[in-house]
């Protein structure tokens, strides 16, 4: 068995791409825009996950963007994606920089979580060992749900 990609429906492609490709680093490695059935699929991997996306199609992250108006409840909803980071610390101050919540901060140096533009939970877990718990981390309160 071999994961392939994760689907996540939008309801705002751009803005879904600002949030994955500009805030979190993701890149796009193609695009399906589906004229007769008036929706598009776009598909991104992680930095260090792009070389290997590229030639084998996986691991992914599918938007799923329908063009016509619809509000995502209930049943589409699922846990969370999680992607490894270099740095935890770094990362979540380059998000709150540009305005992203960090519902779950990294109060111990390893697990953080945000939510994406659609409420999609998005867990952050420190590469390797727990970096050394530190200020303003270690004092912040969770905000909100994750």
Same mark, same amino acid.
């Given at each position: 068995?071999?994961?392939?990609?994760?689907?996540?429906?939008?309801?705002?492609?751009?803005?879904?791409?600002? %949030?994955?490709?500009?805030? /979190?680093?993701?890149? =796009?490695? *193609?695009? !399906?825009?589906? *004229? &007769?059935?008036?929706?598009?699929?776009?598909?991104? @991997? @992680?930095? #260090? $996950?792009?070389?290997?996306?590229?030639?084998?199609?996986?691991? /992914?992250? =599918?938007?799923?963007?329908?063009? $016509?108006? =619809? !509000?995502?409840?209930?049943?589409?909803? %699922?846990? *969370? /994606?999680?992607?490894?980071? #270099?740095?935890?610390?770094? /990362?979540?101050?380059?998000?709150? =920089?540009?305005?992203?919540?960090?519902?779950?901060?990294?109060? $111990?140096?390893?697990?953080? %979580?945000?939510?994406?533009? #659609?409420?999609?939970?998005?867990?952050?877990?420190? &590469?390797?060992?727990?970096?050394?718990?530190?200020?303003?981390?270690?004092?912040?309160?969770?905000?909100?749900?994750?």
């Amino acid at each position: 068995m071999e994961y392939l990609h994760t689907m996540v429906r939008v309801r705002d492609l751009d803005e879904s791409l600002d %949030f994955y490709c500009k805030k /979190l680093g993701l890149k =796009e490695i *193609h695009r !399906i825009d589906n *004229h &007769k059935g008036r929706f598009s699929l776009v598909f991104l @991997a @992680a930095r #260090d $996950d792009v070389a290997h996306a590229g030639t084998h199609s996986t691991p /992914l992250l =599918e938007l799923t963007y329908n063009w $016509d108006s =619809e !509000i995502y409840t209930g049943g589409r909803n %699922f846990g *969370h /994606l999680a992607f490894r980071v #270099d740095n935890i610390y770094q /990362l979540c101050s380059h998000l709150q =920089e540009q305005g992203v919540i960090i519902n779950r901060p990294p109060r $111990d140096g390893h697990m953080a %979580f945000v939510r994406s533009p #659609d409420g999609i939970s998005i867990e952050l877990l420190q &590469k390797g060992e727990a970096l050394e718990p530190c200020e303003p981390w270690l004092s912040m309160d969770n905000i909100g749900e994750w």
